[in-house]
């Protein structure tokens, strides 16, 4: 196994859910909730299980600056912000478009310390090139992660959430998740294949097929014909950033049965794409399932789509 840095403490929670269970027309003993949401380091969330390798390489590069790139509310973005500063090593977070309020993931980046450059209206990725080769200039010996922090190396990390799940409940018929930059379902499907893992887009990337499948062809032996992956493509509405009906209907429903908050952009559109493969038989009521929180409660605190709602 590749090497990689520990920012858990421990293995995460993984909890029965009886009450949401109910709701879903599930067995109580047939539905679990993965708690990655509750990992200890910087408000918790599944980037930090791929931090883990990015960050060794970084420290064996005597990295001594972080540069990534992220939406204005990233999570990813977070969460590096909080291991550069566990670690000791700056953050420069280029993120897309014009200075966004001090709220929610960017009041964290800042808490934290990272230096944000706002895009403007630039690519964000070639910003975050310039970003780059300003340090390297200045000395600075900068590290580069990658949007979402998905690589097939990072990707890695979600191999080690799918055998810390079956330490925990043995095996289980399949797990949803939420796919956005594509490295927690390919981590995922490496181990356990492509049939037991159900993704769910939420409009990070254009095309989530080609982007976990490209993942997968660079991590030894998971290679898959993508279509073979399952992929809930119906979920991601008016877009990334806009919160769907279905969406704000699953943060009720984890809530109000549970006490558990989905995020709107992510883990409430991989509920939503539950909610609808067990109406539509694509995920059956009857196999064990787990649902992978991968985290993202700070952007609850600002995204428009919640704030503006009277529950």
Known sequence: ????????????PIERAPRLAEALGIAADRFWIK??????????????????????????????????????QSNHARLTAAAGARLGVDVVLVLTGAPAPITGNVLLDS?????????????AEARAD??????????RQPFRIPFGGSDSHSAQGYTDAADEIIEQIGEFDQIVT?????????????????????????????DPRSTVTGLLAGMPGAAVD????????????????????????????????????????????????????????TIGANERTVFLHSGGLPSVFAHEGVAGIRF
Not at 4 to 9: A, D, G
Not at 111 to 123: C, K, M, N, P, T
Not at 188 to 201: K, Q
């Open 130 to 139: 310039d970003v780059t080769s300003q340090l390297e200039r200045d000395g």
């Open 1 to 12: 196994m590749a090497s990689r840095i520990s920012l858990l403490s421990g293995a995460t």
């Open 111 to 123: 808490l934290f310390g990272a230096s944000i450059v706002w895009a403007e209206g630039e690519d």
């Open 178 to 206: 939420a796919v956005g930059s594509g490295g927690t379902m390919a981590g995922l499907v490496s181990r356990l294949g492509p049939h037991s893992v159900v993704g769910v887009h939420c409009g990070a990337v254009d």
């Open 226 to 281: 993508p279509s073979s992956l399952r992929i809930d493509l119906d979920q991601v509405g008016e877009g990334y950033e806009h919160l769907t009906p279905a969406a704000r209907q699953a943060m009720e429903l984890f809530a109000r049965t549970e006490g558990v908050v989905l995020d709107p952009t992510y883990t409430a559109r991989a509920a939503a794409g539950l909610i609808t493969g067990l109406a539509d038989g």
């Open 35 to 72: 708690r990655d949401d509750l990992i200890g380091l910087g408000g918790g969330g599944n980037k930090v299980r791929k931090l883990q390798y990015s960050l060794r390489r970084a420290l064996d590069a005597h990295a001594r600056a972080l540069v990534t790139t992220g939406a204005p």
